[in-house]
């Protein structure tokens, strides 16, 4: 059985080494040849992002090769962009002319793509630290600006990656030069996917205490070479923007033909795309709801994903060949039993109750649980995690 992980962010990692590591323990190892496919060569730990800007970690620290990870799992890596995927002749195809892989299994994981909103000039002109390349980018934008006048830096979006790169932005400052930092969201309060407002009030303070101005009910109606206008005609002048509001579907799932709420892809309750019993979905790029809960788009859940999707390749494998066996009809009722259960999947960190670390700058952060938010510790425990997380790279 050929298995092939497409898109090799947190969620395909993880499917991969789970995979993996349950096909060696339940001695099927043999049956099953495992790839990872992605377009880049490593993986990128997101949530460190905006600390590049105030050189708190390095590229190197924060990002770890996929080749040498999928060697040490005993996974074949492919590094290869994929442009479409034929689901009845079994085959993803690839950037190279003719380029096609076979697959039994296929696990889709190609997460999400930052948006502009069709906002004009919003794309061109802004920078952004949703990939590691655009991070090292807006940094050097940063170092190349001119210090002898005041410098005006405009942050888009305040969820939690805007909140970040607001703190951060303030740490860059701190000993260079006098720089006006604005934090602009467009919903009336920062933090909006936080359901309390505890958060978004102590996160406001302690941000307006640094001199970030923050600027709510402010929508972005374009973006010119010098300056933003918002929706109410005001304008504000810039040096640099940087985007850091919304995502939207990974722009591959337009050309599939199946299940989509919303452009996400559909998933039943075992994480098969909605109609498909050989091709799951974890991560981002999935859309999943039961009883009103949706799941959140977050680095938990795409692992939680990824344990339930592996867990359900193996168990359907394993009934696929209880079947090849054909057992005389008397026993049919036996194999029956024996048939394992897909398992279902309940996510935890949800749009309605969701969890976070927000880092703040100034080696501060708060973490945000079951609508209580804590401060203590919470900078060292989410660097705690992010080192934990990179040992599996090291
Ligand atoms: C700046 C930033 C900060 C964040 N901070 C946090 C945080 O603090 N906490 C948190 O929980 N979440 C955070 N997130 C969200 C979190 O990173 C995502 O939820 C998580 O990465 C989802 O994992 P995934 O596997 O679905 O997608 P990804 O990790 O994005 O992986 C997708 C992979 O697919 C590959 N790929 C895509 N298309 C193709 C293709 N056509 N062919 C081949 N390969 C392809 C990509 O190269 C990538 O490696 C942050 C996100 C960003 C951008």
Not at 62 to 75: E, H, M, P, Q, T
Not at 98 to 106: A, M, N, R
Not at 220 to 235: A, C, I
Request: aromatic residues 10%.
């Amino acid at each position: 059985m050929k298995v092939i992980v497409l898109g090799c962010g947190f969620g395909g990692v993880e499917v991969a080494s789970e995979l993996s590591e349950l096909s060696e323990l339940r001695k099927r190892s043999k049956e099953l040849d495992i790839f990872m496919v992605d377009r880049g060569t490593r993986l990128e730990y997101y949530a460190a992002h905006p600390e590049i800007l105030s050189e708190k970690v390095t590229p190197e620290e924060i990002s770890g090769d996929l080749n040498k990870f999928a060697s040490r799992i005993n996974v074949e890596f492919i590094n290869k962009a994929v442009v479409n995927i034929d689901f009845e002749a079994k085959k993803v195809k690839t950037e190279d002319e003719g380029g096609e892989i076979p697959y039994d299994f296929l696990i889709i994981s190609i997460g999400a793509e930052q948006t502009f909103f069709g906002i004009p000039g919003a794309e061109e002109l802004s920078h952004s630290v949703n990939s590691l390349k655009g991070a090292i980018e807006t940094k050097k934008a940063l170092d190349r600006l001119d210090y002898s006048k005041k410098i005006s830096i405009a942050v888009i979006g305040a969820g939690l990656t805007g909140v970040e790169v607001a703190g951060e932005l303030v740490d860059y400052f701190r000993d260079r030069a006098s720089a006006k930092i604005y934090l602009v969201e467009m919903m009336p309060r920062i933090l909006p996917a936080f359901p309390t407002e505890n958060i978004a009030t102590y996160v406001s303070k302690f941000l307006s205490d640094r001199s970030v101005e923050i600027l709510t009910g402010t929508a972005v109606q374009e973006v010119s070479e010098q300056e933003l206008t918002f929706k109410d005609g005001s304008k504000l002048p810039y040096d640099i923007i940087i985007w850091t509001a919304g995502i939207k579907p990974n722009g591959l799932l337009e050309k599939l033909d199946i299940p989509k709420v919303k452009g996400w892809l559909k998933v039943d309750p075992y994480l098969r795309v909605e109609g498909m019993k050989n091709v799951f979905a974890v991560g981002d790029t999935v859309y999943f709801e039961n009883e009103g809960v949706r799941s959140g788009q977050n680095v938990e859940e795409a692992e939680r994903q990824a344990k339930v999707a592996a867990e359900n390749i193996i168990r359907t494998i394993k009934n696929l060949s209880f079947k090849k066996k054909a057992l005389p009809k008397k026993y049919y009722s036996l194999y029956t039993m024996k048939e394992e259960k897909l398992r279902r999947y309940r996510p935890k960190n949800t749009v309605q109750n969701p969890r976070a670390f927000i880092s703040l700058g100034d080696d501060k952060a708060v973490m945000y649980f079951g609508g209580i938010m804590f401060k203590a510790f919470a900078y060292r425990i989410k660097k705690f995690v992010e080192r934990r997380y990179r040992r599996r790279f090291g």
